[in-house]
Structures are given as C-alpha cells and as structure tokens.
T-cell receptor, first 114, second 118 residues
Framework: AQTVTQSQPEMSVQEAETVTLSCTYDTSESDYYLFWYKQPPSRQMILVIRQEAYKQQNATENRFSVNFQKAAKSFSLKISDSQLGDAAMYFCAYRSAYDNDMRFGAGTRLTVKP | NAGVTQTPKFQVLKTGQSMTLQCAQDMNHNSMYWYRQDPGMGLRLIYYSASEGTTDKGEVPNGYNVSRLNKREFSLRLESAAPSQTSVYFC?????????????????FGSGTQLSVL
C-alpha cells in the first residue's frame, strides 16, 4: 500500500518569510495525483494545491508552489510571503488514478510568528 | 453553497451505544467517503462509495458500517461504540470514479464530527 510521510510534525516561520514543508511518498504506480490540504482551527479541510504525476511542471497557486521530484518521490510545499492566516495543519496526500483511497500524511503544524 | 454537510458536529457516547453519522452532498458527486482523523496519524479511510448502491472497505473499516442511501447521502454507523473510536470523522465527496485515469480528483470535505466514546 502507498504511504505518505511528513517528517516535520511542527514548523514555524516569520511573517513575510518563506517556509518549505516536506513530504515523501512510496508507490509503485506511475499514474497518480498529489495534494496539499490545509486544516485551520475550524477543522475545515481546504485544498491548497495539487499536482498530476504525469506533469513535469511544478504546480503553483499564488504564494503556494510545489517542488515535485518524481524519481525521488518527493513533494514539498513552499509558502512564500507567509501570512498569519497560513497558520494551520498541512496534510500531504496521495491518490492513485485507479482506486478510491486518498492516503494522507500525519500532518505538519505550521506556526506563523508576527 | 452547502457542499458537504455532516451532522452532528459533536457527540458523546458511552461504550456500547450505537449512533449514525449523517452526510449529504449537493454537488451531484458520484463518490463519497468517510475518514477518521486521529492525532499524529492524519486521515484514514474507513469506507467509501464509488457510486450509488456500492460501498467498499477502506483502511480501517472494523467496527463501522455504511449505507449509501441515494446519490446525495452516505451514512456511517457505529453499532457498539468503543473508546478506540474516539476521533474526528470527516465525510468527503468527489465527482469522479476510480479507474477513469487521467483525471485529477480532489475531495470536498465536510466540517467534521468530533466523537468521544467514554
């Protein structure tokens, strides 16, 4: 079964600075999708960014970008110009193109310091 | 836009009691899911339904049953609650179905149910 590993239980960043959250995954499949979800204290799961494995170009959404290294099975999230509202739990997730199970990492709690 | 609606938001049960968590989506999605979230473990799939009338086990199905009542609704039942089932439960939905390939499918989540079993 696929596994997703987030090795940083907690991270902190100064407001306006840049932070990178790490994620690695294990799979034997070639067609899959990767996601970063944000969970603020409200508990709502919010999609931040997603990446199709067949695309070489790294996905970008405003201040959020990923560094997708398929051979290394690495999918890190970079948050630029961090804002107080970015403080949340961040979950990395993997989904095969051929089954229904989205696998989540254990999460990284991000603190943003003013 | 309602999206995915879960009820109740909070529940306290005694060991051995039963209850049903309700979930409904208004996005005409085919697939629906139940996850549980525990500290340090992320979200784990309990059951899913790829389409109306079908359900399948996920990673942690023991102690749970589900019903896909219609396309909109997907309920999760605990027949005899145990303290190990204390968790936050999330319902989610997505448009696509597995095996279609080439389709990037994100999940839409409800706001969660905090369940405590004493």
């Amino acid at each position: 079964a696929q596994t997703v590993t987030q090795s940083q239980p907690e991270m902190s960043v100064q407001e306006a600075e840049t932070v990178t959250l790490s994620c690695t995954y294990d799979t034997s499949e070639s067609d899959y999708y990767l996601f970063w979800y944000k969970q603020p204290p409200s508990r709502q799961m919010i999609l931040v960014i997603r990446q199709e494995a067949y695309k070489q170009q790294n996905a970008t959404e405003n201040r959020f970008s990923v560094n997708f290294q398929k051979a290394a099975k690495s999918f890190s999230l970079k948050i630029s110009d961090s804002q107080l509202g970015d403080a949340a739990m961040y979950f990395c997730a993997y989904r095969s193109a051929y089954d229904n199970d989205m696998r989540f990492g254990a999460g990284t709690r991000l603190t943003v310091k003013p | 836009n309602a999206g995915v609606t879960q009820t109740p938001k909070f529940q306290v049960l005694k060991t051995g009691q039963s209850m049903t968590l309700q979930c409904a989506q208004d996005m005409n999605h085919n697939s629906m899911y139940w996850y549980r979230q525990d500290p340090g473990m992320g979200l784990r799939l309990i059951y899913y339904s790829a389409s109306e009338g079908t359900t399948d086990k996920g990673e942690v199905p023991n102690g749970y049953n589900v019903s896909r009542l219609n396309k909109r609704e997907f309920s999760l039942r605990l027949e005899s609650a145990a303290p190990s089932q204390t968790s936050v439960y999330f319902c989610a939905s997505s448009h696509g179905q597995p095996g279609t390939g080439g389709v990037s499918e994100k999940l839409f989540f409800g706001s969660g149910t905090q369940l405590s079993v004493l």
